[in-house]
């Protein structure tokens, strides 16, 4: 876990799970994106990312891929009830403004997490894993918690050009998923398609997702 925060008055914090490999070459953008916007950033890692932001078990991906574990709930177990407390605590937040920023399989995770906590009052899904078996069938029988005021949707324009059938669902299914976050949330949400692939460029999503909730 690592923690960036600003120069500025700690006004809100992002927790952040972010794919393994790109968070060194984020180093100075996320330094810039917490200073822009009076943020503080917390790096969640050792993250099982097949298991723990997978809210059921469901296969693989691609040939021979390892199965989706299905452990949401209990990574958010532990994220509400060890993580966020400790790193507040460390950090002398009380009633922290939090969100929960996601890419990929986190950017599913968030979208779930907005539906079973109320920890989190913005969430922002990046290339966001909406493809997955079930889910919108899922979410559409849920209610969003009322604490959350903000939701940012940011998808490749090619990422629904995957040869794998399952992942080629995915700009359906997060325009599916948009549509019915703005029944249930009490604020905005906002959906953009954005030049490029699945979560590629990365940074240029993050400064506009940072725009959209932040300011």
């Not at 923690?3 to 330094?31: A, F, M, W």
């Not at 903000?150 to 998808?155: A, E, Q």
């Not at 669902?169 to 949330?185: D, G, H, R």
């Not at 906002?190 to 506009?208: A, C, D, Q």
Request: charged share 25%; glycine share 6%; with cysteine.
């Amino acid at each position: 876990m690592r923690i960036i925060t600003s120069n500025n008055p700690i006004r809100q914090i992002c927790y952040l799970i972010l794919p393994q490999g790109v968070t060194h070459d984020l180093d100075e953008g996320l330094k810039t994106l917490a200073e822009n916007h009076a943020v503080t950033l917390v790096l969640l890692e050792q993250v099982d990312w097949n298991d723990d932001l997978t809210p059921w078990p469901a296969p693989g991906v691609f040939r021979k891929a390892k199965p989706f574990g299905g452990k949401s709930r209990d990574f958010l177990e532990r994220l509400i009830s060890k993580i966020i407390p400790e790193v507040e605590d460390s950090l002398q937040i009380q009633e922290a403004k939090r969100s929960l920023l996601g890419v990929s399989l986190s950017g599913l995770f968030a979208i779930w997490a907005g539906f079973n906590t109320e920890a989190f009052n913005n969430i922002i899904s990046i290339s966001g894993s909406l493809w997955y078996d079930g889910f919108t069938e899922w979410m559409r029988e849920q209610s969003l918690s009322e604490k959350v005021e903000k939701v940012c949707l940011l998808l490749g324009d090619r990422e629904k050009n995957s040869k794998e059938k399952r992942m080629a669902t995915v700009e359906q299914n997060t325009l599916i998923a948009a549509e019915f976050l703005k029944t249930q949330c009490q604020g905005t949400v906002s959906f953009e398609l954005v030049e490029g692939t699945h979560f590629s460029p990365i940074f240029p999503r993050m400064e506009k997702a940072f725009s959209i909730i932040f300011g």
